[in-house]
């Protein structure tokens, strides 16, 4: 059985012979207990648009348009690079780690709606093209690209 590959990227924190190290694993701990989830926030029905736009439907015949999965990836390089600086900063107790997962929330959502925004592939059906008003996919669904949100939470919550 092949193991899962896994990209491990380091913060870099340095630690000089004058600080207290019990203080600074208090201060990285909490990071080590919450995570940021970014989806999409509403109703019944739009739990069911989104999940279709981002998987796709055989049985309606709908392509998969995945806005939040390949959202997520295209933010990865920005929050990799936020969080690196970030727990450098929170191990010198110049930032707190609600702040950091605020950032990082902020940015994957600025992200993920970036990409929404971008989606041009696959084209609509010929059906769909006579209702549809403009040319930019997913765009009727204003309530959708609007209740993209993220939350800071326990993990495992």
Same mark, same amino acid.
Not at 1 to 19: E, K, P
Not at 90 to 107: D, F, M, R
């Given at each position: 059985?092949?193991? !899962?590959?896994?990209?491990?990227? !380091?913060?870099?924190?340095?630690?000089?012979?004058?600080?207290?190290?019990?203080?600074?694993?208090?201060?990285? &701990?909490?990071?080590?207990?919450?995570?940021?989830?970014?989806? %999409?926030?509403?109703?019944?029905?739009?739990?069911?648009?989104?999940?279709?736009?981002?998987?796709?439907?055989?049985?309606?015949?709908?392509?998969?348009?995945?806005?939040?999965?390949?959202?997520?990836?295209?933010?990865?390089?920005?929050?990799?690079?936020?969080?690196?600086?970030?727990?450098?900063?929170?191990?010198?107790?110049?930032?707190? %780690?609600?702040?950091?997962?605020?950032?990082?929330?902020? %940015?994957?959502?600025? &992200?993920?709606?970036?990409?929404?925004? !971008?989606?041009?592939?696959?084209?609509?059906?010929?059906?769909?093209?006579?209702?549809?008003?403009?040319?930019?996919?997913?765009?009727?669904?204003?309530?959708?690209?609007?209740?993209?949100?993220? &939350?800071? !939470?326990?993990?495992?919550?």
């Amino acid at each position: 059985m092949a193991g !899962r590959r896994r990209s491990v990227r !380091r913060a870099n924190v340095q630690y000089t012979g004058d600080m207290d190290l019990s203080v600074l694993v208090d201060r990285v &701990r909490p990071l080590m207990d919450q995570e940021v989830v970014i989806g %999409v926030q509403g109703n019944a029905e739009l739990a069911m648009i989104a999940a279709v736009h981002e998987f796709g439907s055989a049985k309606m015949n709908i392509p998969a348009r995945s806005f939040i999965g390949t959202g997520k990836k295209k933010a990865q390089a920005a929050i990799g690079k936020l969080v690196r600086a970030g727990v450098n900063e929170i191990a010198l107790g110049n930032k707190t %780690v609600e702040s950091l997962l605020q950032e990082i929330g902020e %940015v994957g959502q600025q &992200r993920v709606v970036k990409n929404f925004d !971008r989606i041009k592939q696959p084209g609509i059906s010929a059906i769909y093209a006579r209702y549809k008003k403009g040319k930019r996919l997913l765009q009727s669904d204003m309530d959708l690209r609007d209740s993209i949100v993220f &939350r800071v !939470r326990r993990k495992g919550g």
